[in-house]
């Protein structure tokens, strides 16, 4: 069967002028039967990238979305972001959520997943909330908390309701969920690790890294295999 293709949105290195992605995220997607296609930023070309992809993944980042896109004014704990990259994500991802395209968001995509329906984020945990623990030290593929699901979600489906060990290299998170957004996890402390957009077919955000987290743990392969299904159902 011909592998569904599945459009992964790259980092940006404008400095060093160079796009890049963690090989982690094109490797779950070959183990669960897709075909990466690396997605270079360019605005003009994102409904032309759009009839190609079958699926479409929106990764993560070290940067953060521009808090003007919720309607707030950059905080100093905010991070540094990339305006360009997340110029062309939102626009993907709108056309990807319009067209109901199976879509995962992982860290920085999701938290753009809640962004493109209305919803805020925290700037920064520790300082808007003295929310800690969400930054763990290296190796960052270990999990160091858990994620704990909510019944009857999507999510659920997918991993199963029993408690989630999770990553976390995240220092915002979903604040106020948006039009239409299920939280469907949240860590011990209430954080919400993981969305879903119970009106679409496949559209979850999980603020973990699967693709990093399945060498330990195979549920988090469940999330590229549901997303590869998806875009297979969506196909036929
Ligand atoms: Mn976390």
């Known amino acids: ?7 992964l949105t ?8 160079r796009y890049e992605l963690p090989a982690g995220y094109v490797d779950a997607v070959l183990l669960a039967g897709g075909l990466p296609i690396l997605l270079p930023h360019a605005p003009q070309a994102a ?4 009839a190609l992809l079958d699926a479409l993944v929106v990764t993560g980042g070290a940067f953060d979305v521009p808090p003007e896109l919720y309607g707030e004014p950059r905080r100093s704990a905010c991070g540094p972001t990339k305006p360009e990259r997340t110029a062309f994500e939102k ?3 709108e056309a990807a959520l319009a067209a109901r395209l199976p879509v995962l968001g992982v860290c920085g ?3 753009l997943m809640n962004v493109v ?8 945990l520790v300082a808007d909330a003295d929310l800690r623990g969400h930054e763990q030290p290296a190796p960052k593929d270990l999990p160091s908390h858990e994620a704990r699901i909510t019944p009857g979600s999507h999510l659920a489906a997918l991993v199963g309701g029993a408690p989630l060990p999770v990553n976390s290299t995240h220092h915002q998170a979903v604040r106020e969920p948006g039009a239409g957004v299920l939280v469907s996890a949240r860590a011990p402390d209430g954080v919400v690790e993981a969305i879903e957009l119970p009106d679409l077919p496949f559209a979850i955000g999980v603020q973990w890294h699967p693709e990093a987290a399945a060498r330990h743990d195979p549920r988090h392969a ?3 295999a549901g997303l590869v299904q998806a875009a297979r159902d969506a196909r036929r």
């Open 109 to 111: 995509g999701m938290q």
């Open 10 to 17: 790259l980092d940006a290195d404008p400095a060093r002028g």
């Open 47 to 50: 409904g032309a990238y759009l």
């Open 222 to 224: 469940a999330l590229y």
């Open 91 to 93: 626009d993907l991802l």
């Open 1 to 7: 069967m011909t592998r569904p293709r599945i459009g």
């Open 117 to 124: 329906r209305g919803g805020t984020l925290y700037q920064d």
